[in-house]
């Protein structure tokens, strides 16, 4: 599968994870977060090429993708990762507040989406 299909993926499972739980639907949210989890294993077995392919969602227009390519990209991207987290954590809301606790355990050193 090529890289851009990956992110493509990753892109739009997040999406629809998003709108779950916004419909309270946990169940089909948790199905999605599995998928895009999935997207993003296969987009880190190929290594940096692979994370540098899902950089592109930094700029999606959607910012729940754009945080959580960001949440992801943290150890690998950080100065770009950090400010579209930065960014979105001065919002409110369910998205915000995700980017902000991705922050806060980058911090504390605790974050582990991508140990290398």
Known sequence: MKLEELV??????????TDAIWRGDAKTGNKHAKKYGAAFDKLRDHGDDGRDALAVLFKHPRMDVRVMAAA?????????AKAVLEEAAKGEGLVSFKAGQAL???????WALDPG
């Open 8 to 17: 493509e993926q990753f892109a739009q499972n997040v999406a629809a994870q």
């Open 72 to 80: 992801h990209l943290l150890r690998h991207r950080t100065d770009e």
């Open 104 to 110: 806060k355990r980058w911090e504390e050193g605790t």
